[in-house]
């Protein structure tokens, strides 16, 4: 009888508790939390506030608009977790962008811990203190992390093992070979005087491969130059090696 798969645990930092689960509870990743594939804890950081307020955060240093967390009190809620909190991730648009391959690497390790910021985000001194690392979701800015560390866990745990049904339906999914994926058709056969590509009710699998390479190819050459750069650059290198 084979081990059963480690239990992936997620706890995050937050101001606001009473946001989460919110969709994590439900579909894949709600049923694998009951399933206990994976677990997930908050930490209200206003808890760990010393004075009677629960200050959590006080104005910048050098003037300017808004207002900063606290590295004392943030600290305070982190240290208080002890060795269960695993990699520390602060939700960052300054961070390493959150793609699929480091969404395997996260899937990989043991836990999270995911610090979401609020107003003008937090003291830098907490980061270098704590050895954080910071991850995005991408050029654009949120009111707070708590969004984001949801988009994070739900990228993750899919990847888990137990979660989907077939997983070998993840490898062909969008960014698994470095390209977006190819258009997808169910029944009806014809709607609105749009048929279906003939090659998919072909029933020959070596030209159906071959069309949804065409066309993930023909998609992300399109729509994300970008990533069509890397793509070829890493395809143009594997023929030299």
């Known amino acids: 009888m084979s081990a059963a ?36 804890e908050t930490v209200d950081i206003r808890g760990f506030a010393g004075d009677k307020h629960h200050t959590v955060d006080d104005a910048p240093f050098g003037g300017g608009p808004g207002m900063v967390m606290r590295p004392d009190v943030l600290a305070a809620a982190i240290d208080a977790a002890g060795g269960t909190v695993g990699r520390l991730i602060y939700l960052s648009p300054r961070g390493r962008l959150l793609d699929q391959a480091l969404a395997r690497e996260l899937a990989a390790e043991p836990a999270v811990g995911l610090v979401c910021g609020r107003f003008e985000g937090v003291d ?27 988009a994070l866990i739900d990228t993750v745990v899919r990847l888990l093992p137990g979660v989907i ?34 090659v998919l009710l072909s029933g020959h699998h070596a030209e159906i491969e071959a069309w949804r390479r065409s ?27």
């Open 124 to 150: 830098e001194r907490i980061l270098v203190g704590r050895g954080i690392e910071e991850i995005s979701l991408g050029d654009f800015v949120l009111s707070g992390g708590e969004i984001a560390a949801m």
């Open 215 to 241: 066309q993930a190819e023909a998609v992300t050459r399109t729509r994300r130059p970008d990533l069509w750069s890397r793509f070829s650059a890493k395809k143009k290198g594997e023929v030299r090696s």
């Open 5 to 40: 798969a480690p239990v992936w645990r997620a706890k995050v930092f937050t101001l606001l508790p009473e946001v989460f689960p919110g969709p994590l509870g439900a579909s894949l990743a709600g049923a694998a939390l009951k399933k206990a594939i994976w677990t997930l």
């Open 165 to 198: 049904g077939e997983p070998a339906g993840l490898k062909d999914e969008s960014f698994e070979a470095g390209l977006l994926e190819y258009p997808q058709y169910t029944r009806p056969q014809v709607w609105e005087d749009r048929a279906v590509p003939k």
